[in-house]
């Protein structure tokens, strides 16, 4: 996995680099304009949002981001096809292939964002986070092969420093469906809790995790296992180009087993390898700290994740799922939260969250 690799070392590059100068607000109308040419003929020539509100150090940004995903997309395709996709190739090649469109379709969003929102960033991000949330959901799984529908799920998180321990419980009480899993990770870079020190530069930040889960299908008659390890970058893209403050993006790549025992069966357990890769862009809304405390706000995710064994499932063929969630305090403590996911199945998650 050299390539992945690179684009690590990248990402670290991108986090110690310094943020460039800002330049003058467009006009409303060059807005409006510069929105229409990053969506429309955007998805294929880049850099039109930013040339048209007079950017042109923006455009050029996004025309190498782009032509940088189309390089690092054929790079892993490439193998993928001389191979005939051969199971030796395909885990290596894939999170090159996952990243590469991912830069080319981020590239497209970011160009978006710099039109709509340089110079009036829709928020800022928290340098800090706190030291504990607990947090309580509605779930609804719509998956045509299973029974299961509503779920009710509570969750909590602990923060030591830059170290944190996560827990959540499903439940379905029509079938019995349940699921548990904990995780433990570590921020290397990035916000951590405020006994920690310094507050953090802004909201970008490089982790390691690793999780259990044991999810019990009481109806059908079988328990799944899965052990996983995950690598997760954060990049506030003002560190790309000031028009993009307020923005960011994610990447993660990871690897987990899966291990099938079922009721009554005496054979050896069904295992199975999971690829685990993530592409994430989103907005931070409001502004979470005023005067150093937690203020009202939060942020809004687009992402895709190449999992299939997850709620939502994969979508035909070697594709994973799509979701969007969010997250908006209200107070210095209470807030919302909501998620939708959509690929073989559909996953929608509504609650609230308490921090401290």
């Known amino acids: 996995m050299p390539l992945t690799l690179s684009l690590s070392l990248l990402l670290c590059a991108l986090l110690a680099g310094d943020v460039p100068?800002?330049?003058?607000?467009?006009?409303?109308?060059?807005?409006?304009?510069?929105?229409?040419?990053?969506?429309?003929?955007?998805?294929?020539?880049?850099?039109?949002?930013?040339?048209m509100i007079g950017d042109r150090a923006g455009a050029r940004k996004m025309l190498a981001l782009k032509g940088a995903g189309l390089a690092v997309f054929a790079l892993g395709f490439a193998p993928i096809l001389y191979s005939n996709a051969s199971d030796r190739v395909m885990h290596g090649a894939y999170p090159v292939v996952v990243g590469g469109f991912g830069l080319f379709a981020v590239t497209t969003l970011?160009?978006?964002?710099?039109?709509?929102?340089?110079?009036?960033?829709?928020?800022?991000?928290?340098?800090?986070?706190?030291?504990?949330?607990?947090?309580?959901?509605?779930?609804r799984v719509d998956d045509p092969h299973f029974a299961y529908d509503h779920f009710w799920h509570?969750?909590?998180v602990a923060r030591f420093l830059g170290l944190r321990a996560r827990g959540d419980f499903f439940h379905a009480p029509a079938d019995g469906n349940t699921r548990v899993r904990g995780e433990l990770a570590w921020r290397f870079v990035g916000p951590v809790t405020a006994r920690a020190g310094e507050p953090a530069r802004d909201g970008s930040f490089l982790e390691l995790s690793a999780s259990f889960a044991r999810h019990a299908f009481v109806a059908e008659g079988f328990t799944v296992l899965t052990p996983e390890a995950l690598v997760l970058g954060r990049l506030d893209l003002r560190r790309v180009h000031p028009s993009l403050t307020g923005a960011f993006a994610e990447f993660g790549v990871g690897w987990g087993v899966e291990r099938t025992a079922f009721d009554g069966v005496t054979a050896k357990?069904?295992?199975?390898?999971?690829?685990?890769?993530?592409?994430?862009?989103?907005?931070?809304?409001?502004?979470?700290?005023?005067g150093g405390e937690p203020g009202r706000g939060g942020e809004l995710k687009f992402y895709y994740s190449h999992r299939h064994d997850d709620w939502a499932g994969?979508?035909?063929?070697?594709?994973?799922?799509?979701?969007?969630?969010?997250?908006?305090?209200?107070?210095?403590?209470?807030?919302?939260?909501?998620?939708?996911?959509?690929?073989?199945?559909?996953?929608v998650m509504l609650g609230a969250v308490f921090r401290y």
Do not use: I
């Open 21 to 51: 100068a800002t330049p003058d607000p467009p006009t409303p109308a060059a807005r409006a304009a510069g929105a229409a040419l990053a969506l429309v003929p955007g998805v294929l020539v880049p850099g039109g949002g930013h040339w």
């Open 110 to 139: 970011m160009d978006l964002t710099g039109a709509v929102f340089s110079g009036q960033p829709p928020g800022a991000p928290a340098t800090t986070v706190p030291d504990v949330e607990l947090a309580s959901h509605w779930m």
């Open 314 to 347: 994969g979508l035909q063929g070697v594709l994973g799922y799509f979701g969007a969630s969010g997250r908006y305090f209200f107070s210095r403590h209470w807030g919302v939260e909501a998620l939708a996911e959509r690929g073989s199945g559909t996953r």
């Open 154 to 156: 509570t969750g909590a």
């Open 269 to 290: 357990p069904d295992l199975a390898q999971n690829l685990l890769v993530e592409v994430a862009y989103g907005l931070y809304l409001g502004q979470q700290e005023t």
